[in-house]
């Protein structure tokens, strides 16, 4: 009879947990669906060793070690234990195990997993908790899963170690742990009380295991279903961004300016995030004090899905709903950067979790003036909730250098830069809204195609200055090689000008037969298509292909990462045909052939800033080393921070075009990275990165460093100019 009733018990208790996860996933799953559909191709043969890599590897929880090996341990360990859930799960409904091979050996190894298991869980708590990790949550919520494991691991233990008790079991070599503790409570327990010990211990392990069960896709813990999905479904070209159809004459608004108007991909982002804060960690926004956390801005917009999601769907996200009859736990409020100001916000009853504003249970919480610590707050009803301006401020938006160091840290695959860069489109196409020194730039593009507005005519004044070398347009040479791109920096910038003479000379001393569009050159586009204006990026981007085409260029070459990006792997999409390198492969290259012999010493201790655009968007930190180790004399000394985690110079995603007035800047703390090395030179591949780099050593009033580009150092070992000063 009591078997009876236990499987009774069991299948009702059973077959509500799987239910209610059942209703909690495919509730976020008809969220997702809310989003708009796009072509991603899951699984392509030549990614399926990458993806197993990160799933199954931990491929980035690895880069710390010490916190991949506790997940690595939890993940495994997790999967072991599975079967002796099993186990203990048919021993309690049938009153036998599993019929399997070297059952004592099974035993022993459900053990030892358990304590490694529970090891790697007060390791979470210890880093959590005593090591404080900057990037990690604390408070209850963290503690959760922790219990849940824990209490998990325990409940394993005693479940058998009171069936050796009952079943009067002797010691076992096999069975240490348990056969301890079973020694340990065998004076005061009879087989009787340890009969009934043991069915508490198993109902308690089983309530917890399908307690944990419907908590997991109501909380970030929902990853372990999302992230092996989303990594599969992650972009082959990681940073290309999605094409807006500016030809739909139906389209009432471009970009995104609703959470819904996110694609799938994107909304499944939300829902994979983990919250480990490893994205805020590297962030050179949040790192110097700006208001943008990648890991809070998916946060929020997940907290905002959900509650727009079962607004839209009349679905709550929440299960049971008895459990649930207040609302949501995900309430969140304004948080002021100053911890001063947050005295007006103590008490409130709402939970603080997120660095702006956030959901109640009615609606969305955000200030009532613009008062940072007056403690006056105003309920927005979910219907009227802006996502830009309520969810997401526009401070945060323009705060991101798109230097995509999130997405390479984040280890279950989130693309930050894409949202973001959605966002800016609709302030910029559909509300003709970004900052002053932004807009003007963009309006000097259009005008006359470089960001000063200084007059079309004047892009070739840097020939001038070549002494002699004479550079042909494509006009006058038809015959050319490369098309040197040379760009607005390099043409009107006075100090990438310099940068653009030595390249110069480089190729003709190489015998490269190039030539230049001279003042038919227009801007490459990327500064208005990270800022959001995809229209004037597409008048250049098509403005430039039809020049190509004219003049039947076949390679390009350009000293510009941002133009290399743009050219190489945006271009295509809209029709350019054409072979685009980087100055620094090219000119790696023509050290390889012989073609350039640097011979002349150059005594400088030199420290390499990688360049996002080239490095973490193109996956190339090799060429410009390999030119710096060619060159006589020369010491290279590399940042802590540097290659794939090397941190941005703050002047990606248009930002070097606006005033930085939040915090520090972010180029000052990048150059004191850099002073820890002791360098004479900061070497950079970049016009951008060269005038950041050049910039900060002067705000952090270093002496006797300068700020060189690669191809400045190779001219200088191939030519033997005097030794470079400060």
């Not at 009879?1 to 208790?13: D, E, G, Q, T």
């Not at 307690?211 to 372990?224: E, I």
């Not at 000008?497 to 015998?511: D, E, Q, W």
């Given at each position: 009879?009591?078997?009876?009733?236990?499987?009774?018990?069991?299948?009702?208790?059973?077959?509500c947990g799987l239910f209610w996860f059942g209703q909690a996933v495919l509730r976020r799953a008809a969220y997702i669906r809310l989003g708009q559909k796009e072509d991603r191709v899951p699984f392509a043969r030549d990614r399926l060793r990458d993806w197993a890599g990160h799933v199954f590897g931990h491929k980035r929880l690895l880069r710390d070690p010490r916190s991949g090996a506790m997940h690595l341990a939890i993940f495994y360990g997790f999967i072991v234990v599975q079967f002796g859930a099993l186990d203990i799960v048919v021993k309690g409904l049938f009153g036998v195990r599993l019929p399997l091979p070297a059952?004592?050996?099974?035993?022993?190894?459900?053990?030892?997993?358990?304590?490694?298991?529970?090891?790697?869980?007060?390791?979470?708590?210890?880093?959590?908790?005593?090591?404080?990790?900057?990037?990690?949550?604390?408070?209850?919520?963290?503690?959760?899963?922790?219990?849940?494991?824990?209490?998990?691991?325990?409940?394993?233990?005693?479940?058998?170690?009171?069936e050796r008790i009952w079943k009067s079991e002797p010691f076992?070599?096999?069975?240490?742990?348990?056969?301890?503790?079973?020694?340990?409570?065998?004076?005061?327990?009879?087989?009787?009380?340890?009969?009934?010990?043991?069915?508490?211990?198993?109902?308690?392990?089983?309530?917890?295991?399908?307690?944990?069960?419907?908590?997991?896709?109501?909380?970030?813990?929902?990853?372990?279903l999302t992230a092996p999905v989303n990594l599969a479904l992650g972009r082959r070209e990681p940073g290309k961004l999605r094409t807006l159809d500016l030809e739909d004459e139906g389209a009432e608004t471009f970009g995104t300016g609703a959470i819904e108007q996110f694609t799938r991909k994107q909304l499944l982002d939300l829902y994979a995030c983990v919250e480990c804060g490893r994205c805020t960690n590297v962030c050179p926004a949040a790192g110097t004090g700006k208001l943008l956390s990648p890991m809070h801005l998916i946060v929020k917009l997940r907290d905002h899905l959900t509650e727009k999601g079962a607004a839209v769907t009349s679905k709550r996200p929440w299960v049971p709903s008895f459990v649930f009859r207040g609302g949501g736990d995900h309430a969140s409020v304004f948080r002021p950067r100053?911890?001063?100001?947050?005295?007006?916000?103590?008490?409130?009853?709402?939970?603080?979790?997120?660095?702006?504003?956030?959901?109640?249970?009615?609606?969305?919480?955000?200030?009532?003036?613009?008062?940072?610590?007056?403690?006056?707050?105003?309920?927005?009803?979910?219907?009227?909730?802006?996502?830009?301006?309520?969810?997401?401020?526009?401070?945060?938006?323009?705060?991101?250098?798109?230097?995509?160091?999130?997405?390479?840290?984040?280890?279950?695959?989130?693309?930050?830069?894409?949202?973001?860069?959605?966002?800016?489109?609709?302030?910029?196409?559909?509300?003709?809204?970004?900052?002053?020194?932004?807009?003007?730039?963009?309006?000097?593009?259009?005008?006359?195609?470089?960001?000063?507005?200084i007059s079309r005519g004047d892009r070739t004044k840097w020939l001038d200055d070549l002494d002699g070398i004479r550079v042909p347009t494509v006009r006058e040479e038809p015959d050319f090689d490369y098309l040197l791109f040379v760009g607005s920096m390099g043409s009107y910038d006075n100090r990438t000008?310099?940068?653009?003479?030595?390249?110069?000379?480089?190729?003709?001393?190489?015998?490269?037969?190039?030539?230049?569009?001279?003042?038919e050159e227009k801007n490459s586009g990327d500064t208005p298509r990270r800022m959001g204006n995809e229209l004037l990026f597409r008048e250049c981007c098509e403005a430039n292909i039809a020049l190509f085409r004219k003049y039947n260029v076949r390679k390009i070459v350009t000293a510009c990462p941002h133009t290399y990006n743009a050219m190489k792997r945006e271009y295509p999409?809209?029709?350019?045909?054409?072979?685009?390198?980087?100055?620094?492969?090219?000119?790696?290259?023509?050290?390889?052939?012989?073609?350039?012999?640097?011979?002349?010493?150059?005594?400088?201790?030199?420290?390499?800033?990688?360049?996002?655009y080239l490095g973490r968007y193109n996956g190339e930190y090799d060429a410009p080393r390999a030119i710096l180790r060619a060159i006589p004399g020369l010491r290279l000394a590399e940042m802590e921070r540097s290659g794939a985690n090397a941190m941005c110079?703050?002047?990606?995603?248009?930002?070097?075009?606006?005033?930085?007035?939040?915090?520090?800047?972010v180029n000052v703390a990048r150059v004191e990275q850099a002073l820890a090395v002791a360098p004479t030179v900061i070497a950079s591949a970049c016009p951008y990165c060269l005038t950041m780099m050049e910039d900060g050593t002067k705000l952090a009033d270093t002496e006797g460093v300068a700020a060189r580009d690669v191809a400045e150092l190779l001219a200088a070992s191939v030519f033997g100019p005097p030794r470079i000063d400060g």
């Open positions: 009879m009591w078997k009876a009733v236990n499987i009774a018990l069991f299948l009702c208790a059973a077959g059952y004592d050996w099974f035993v022993l190894s459900q053990e030892v997993t358990v304590v490694v298991i529970l090891a790697a869980v007060l390791y979470a708590a210890y880093r959590r908790y005593a090591e404080k990790l900057a990037r990690l949550k604390r408070g209850w919520k963290p503690s959760v899963v922790l219990f849940f494991i824990g209490s998990l691991m325990a409940s394993v233990l005693l479940t058998s170690a009171f076992s070599p096999l069975a240490p742990i348990a056969s301890v503790l079973a020694a340990g409570m065998d004076g005061f327990i009879g087989k009787a009380a340890g009969e009934a010990l043991y069915y508490a211990a198993w109902w308690i392990h089983l309530l917890i295991l399908l307690a944990f069960l419907v908590y997991v896709p109501q909380s970030k813990h929902l990853h372990l100053d911890p001063a100001d947050r005295a007006g916000w103590q008490g409130s009853g709402v939970t603080d979790i997120t660095p702006t504003m956030g959901w109640q249970k009615d609606g969305w919480v955000r200030p009532k003036s613009a008062a940072a610590g007056s403690g006056e707050a105003e309920l927005v009803p979910i219907a009227s909730a802006k996502l830009i301006g309520d969810v997401v401020t526009e401070e945060e938006l323009w705060a991101c250098t798109t230097c995509r160091n999130c997405e390479e840290q984040c280890p279950v695959g989130n693309e930050h830069v894409d949202k973001l860069i959605d966002m800016r489109r609709y302030l910029v196409l559909t509300e003709g809204m970004l900052p002053a020194g932004g807009a003007r730039a963009l309006h000097n593009i259009e005008r006359q195609g470089n960001p000063w507005g000008r310099k940068v653009t003479i030595a390249l110069v000379k480089l190729l003709a001393h190489a015998g490269v037969r190039f030539a230049i569009l001279g003042a999409e809209f029709g350019l045909e054409a072979e685009v390198v980087h100055h620094t492969e090219l000119l790696a290259r023509l050290l390889r052939e012989g073609k350039l012999s640097p011979s002349h010493p150059v005594e400088e201790r030199t420290t390499y800033h990688d360049s996002c110079c703050g002047a990606g995603g248009g930002l070097m075009w606006q005033e930085e007035t939040a915090g520090k800047r």
